[in-house]
């Protein structure tokens, strides 16, 4: 009896060997379509695969999305370091580009003063009280500078020296409000027409041109100079151009208001306008009191 179970293991095993390499040759087989048990194994197996995939692949794609995430965050703030460093070397080179343009119209500026030697000067100080009205240079008494030298930046006139010291000099702007500082210009035209700039009007920004010959025709666009009657100023700087044409005292003369060519707000490199001949007193006028020019600077 035993034997006889021991054979039919036997027998069942080389069955079932049989069965299976009979289902490996008939799988081998070039065939166009699966057999049934195939068919069932395939999508069993594949109907389990894809209860895998799918969980696994939803879960990668977040992590990949995360990781893209963060990779666009990263790139994104290199970005922004980059278009700040553009923006600022872009600030600098406008900056560089305006600085350049200015000093070679201040270059070219030089041909203009003929009789007066061209000293180079910068803003180095200007007090919030006082900012319409002095600046503080850094040359002085060392480099030449003396009082009631003109100076001029490359858009025009904007001042003259009122006080020195051995290395620094302040200068009164002409939008001072100093009843006794005048300019002798004159009005660009067919024909000229001479006149004093007496003030500043700071609600209009504008100086004032007074004591104009009523008979001379004067309008509005036309260009105001200095004169250089007025042992000061050089002749033929730029002061500005007139905006209004009005009567002045009685009708007797005529009065103007001049927009500066010169910007007294923006002021970085000016020229200092040495005369080579002897100045003479004139209608340009004196200044205020030097202690008060002095109190000025040290509160500087």
């Known amino acids: 009896m035993p034997q006889f179970f021991s054979n039919k293991r ?3 095993l080389l069955v079932g060997v049989i069965f299976l390499v009979a289902l490996i040759s008939f799988s081998l087989k070039d065939r166009d379509n699966a057999s049934l048990p195939e068919q069932i194994v395939k999508d069993v197996v594949g109907f389990g695969q894809s209860l895998f995939s799918k969980p696994t692949q939803y879960i990668t794609g977040v992590f990949d999305n995360v990781d893209s995430l ?3 965050y990263e790139e994104n703030e290199r970005l922004k370091g980059r278009l700040e ?3 600022k070397l872009q600030a600098d080179v406008n900056d560089l580009a305006s600085e350049n343009t200015r000093l070679r119209e201040i270059v ?3 041909d203009d003063l003929r ?3 061209p000293i180079q000067a910068t803003v180095i100080a200007r007090n919030p009280d006082q900012w319409e009205k002095k600046v ?4 002085g008494e060392v480099h030449g500078v003396k009082k009631n030298m003109a100076i001029i930046t490359a858009q025009g006139l904007i001042g003259k020296v009122i006080l020195t010291t051995p290395f620094t000099s302040s200068v ?4 001072t409000q100093n009843p006794i500082y005048r300019v002798s210009a004159k009005v660009m035209g067919k024909k000229q027409a001479f006149g004093l700039i007496e003030g500043y009007d700071d609600e209009r920004k504008e100086l004032i041109l007074k004591r104009i010959d009523s008979n001379i025709e004067i309008e509005v666009g036309q260009q105001v100079m200095s004169s250089g009657l007025g042992g000061i100023f050089p002749q033929g700087l730029l002061i500005g151009e007139i905006t209004e044409v009005s009567t002045d005292d009685y009708g007797l003369t005529k009065m103007a208001y001049i ?7 923006l002021l970085d490199h000016v020229i200092i306008a040495k005369r080579l001949m002897t100045t003479a007193d004139g209608a340009d006028g004196d200044n205020t009191s030097t202690d008060d020019v002095a109190e000025d600077e040290d509160a500087s």
């Open 10 to 12: 036997l027998i069942l």
């Open 70 to 72: 963060l990779n666009t």
């Open 85 to 87: 460093e553009f923006a």
């Open 108 to 110: 070219d500026k030089q």
């Open 115 to 117: 009789d007066y030697e």
């Open 136 to 139: 503080i240079l850094d040359k």
């Open 172 to 175: 009164e702007l002409l939008s």
């Open 259 to 265: 927009k500066p060519a010169a910007d007294f707000q």
